[in-house]
């Protein structure tokens, strides 16, 4: 039996209705409204074109990776399959499967991540500087799948990629750049931080455990490239960083541990993995690498992200053995990556301060012309 319904009752179900949607959206357009605070957030509809600078800091860091890019075929490779033939068979799988991590890690980060923040930030200099990314981010995976193709010999290997897969950690990794930064209705400054946080930790496994072989002087194509992608890496950190002192709203202190804890946690996780896929123990160059050493390192690289980040140490979260010559030997492999990283550059501070004169000629530059003039 249908019934009649009286104006009021339609008025109270439309405004049911409105609070349904204003809660539904509530979230959304709380972080747009925190967003439109921030000067490099906001939609400047008066600049057509990039000069004059606006950003100069942000404009010199990407200039600064822009006189530094390499590509993947600068990298001299002859020498690693022939010291690949000659490795033990554990260690053969150790790198086998850190290289499918490096693999799958540049899947994960993909260019979908770098492709949110250059939509959310609207300085030119930063989009610019993010879309650099982008295509280093291609040059990185395309390295590692010849580095694996050389090694394999031509066999099959998506296996290693699917074992990858079935990791544990792998999973919680997944689900960790999910939540914090591509389904993550965070602000911006909090995304940022996580994108730092993942630029800092999640190579830093691989890189330590592969730098052993530096030694003894075997695959320097293989350690070349670690260094070079790992240098690559340290400029998005140190970009990410840059871009959160152009912010006037940061995330607390709290908020900023658990998300350092829980990466320190998840590599610590890859590490274990790898391990157990190698019999329990990571074998390299006649001996067994010190797990706990390896853990160590993690949360001091952990730490160097908190500080870095501008934030207070808190000892008990980054509490760890590393002290003496294990302190010194951190210090030293940063060196080395560095100097890997370096020897097929031929770098010099020329490109850099030639676009500095570039860009000063043209921001000063205000000649006139007139309609009246003779072309």
Same mark, same amino acid.
Do not use: C
């Given at each position: 039996?249908?019934?009649?319904?009286?104006?009021?009752?339609?008025?109270?179900?439309?405004?049911?209705?409105?609070?349904?949607?204003?809660? $539904?959206?509530?979230?959304?357009?709380?972080?747009?409204?925190?967003?439109?605070?921030?000067?490099?957030?906001r939609e400047n509809n008066k600049r057509f074109v990039l000069f004059p600078i606006e950003y100069n800091q942000i404009w010199e860091s990407y200039k600064n990776s822009e006189a530094r890019f390499w590509s993947a075929e600068e990298v001299e490779l002859?020498? &690693?399959?022939?010291?690949?033939?000659?490795?033990?068979?554990?260690e053969k799988a150790t790198i086998l499967q850190i290289l499918?991590?490096?693999?799958?890690?540049?899947?994960?980060?993909?260019?979908?991540?770098?492709?949110?923040?250059?939509?959310?930030?609207?300085?030119?200099?930063?989009? $610019?500087?993010?879309?650099?990314?982008?295509?280093?981010?291609?040059?990185?995976? +395309?390295?590692?799948?010849?580095?694996l193709e050389l090694f394999l010999?031509?066999?099959?290997?998506?296996?290693?990629?699917?074992?990858?897969?079935?990791?544990?950690? &792998?999973s919680r990794k997944e689900a960790w750049i999910a939540s914090n930064i591509l389904e993550s209705q965070d602000d911006f400054a909090t995304r940022l931080t996580c994108l730092a946080v993942y630029f800092k930790?999640?190579?830093?496994?691989? $890189?330590?455990?592969l730098i052993h072989f530096q030694k003894e002087n075997v695959l320097p194509g293989l350690i070349r490239s670690i260094s070079k992608v790992y240098r690559d890496w340290m400029g998005y950190y140190k970009f990410a960083i840059l871009l959160l002192q152009h912010l006037t709203s940061i995330p607390s202190q709290n908020k900023v541990e658990e998300i350092i804890r829980e990466a320190i946690s998840i590599e610590?996780?890859?590490?274990? &993995?790898?391990?157990?896929?190698?019999g329990?123990?990571?074998?390299?160059?006649?001996? &067994?690498?010190?797990?706990?050493?390896?853990?160590n390192y993690i949360r001091q690289m952990g730490r160097k992200a908190l500080l870095d980040l501008g934030y207070a +140490?808190?000892?008990?979260?980054? +509490?760890?053995?590393?002290?003496?010559?294990d302190l010194d030997f951190v210090e030293r492999l940063e060196n080395m990556l560095e100097a890997e990283a370096r020897k097929d550059d031929n770098e010099s501070d020329y490109p850099i301060k030639q676009s500095s004169l570039a860009q000063k000629s043209v921001v000063s530059d205000h000649r006139t012309f007139s309609l009246d003039d003779d072309f």
């Open positions: 039996m249908l019934t009649a319904v009286n104006d009021s009752e339609i008025n109270l179900n439309l405004n049911k209705l409105k609070n349904i949607s204003i809660d $539904a959206n509530w979230e959304e357009s709380n972080m747009s409204n925190k967003n439109e605070t921030e000067q490099i957030l002859s020498d &690693d399959a022939e010291d690949f033939n000659h490795l033990t068979g554990k499918s991590v490096l693999v799958k890690n540049g899947s994960l980060l993909g260019t979908d991540i770098f492709k949110r923040f250059n939509t959310d930030v609207q300085a030119a200099e930063a989009r $610019a500087a993010f879309g650099f990314q982008i295509m280093q981010t291609n040059i990185h995976t +395309e390295l590692f799948s010849v580095l010999d031509g066999a099959d290997g998506d296996y290693l990629i699917e074992t990858i897969n079935e990791l544990p950690s &792998d930790l999640f190579l830093s496994t691989p $890189a330590v455990v610590e996780m890859v590490l274990t &993995d790898i391990s157990n896929l190698s329990g123990n990571l074998f390299i160059n006649g001996a &067994d690498l010190n797990l706990i050493f390896l853990k +140490e808190e000892g008990i979260l980054f +509490e760890n053995d590393l002290v003496g010559e």
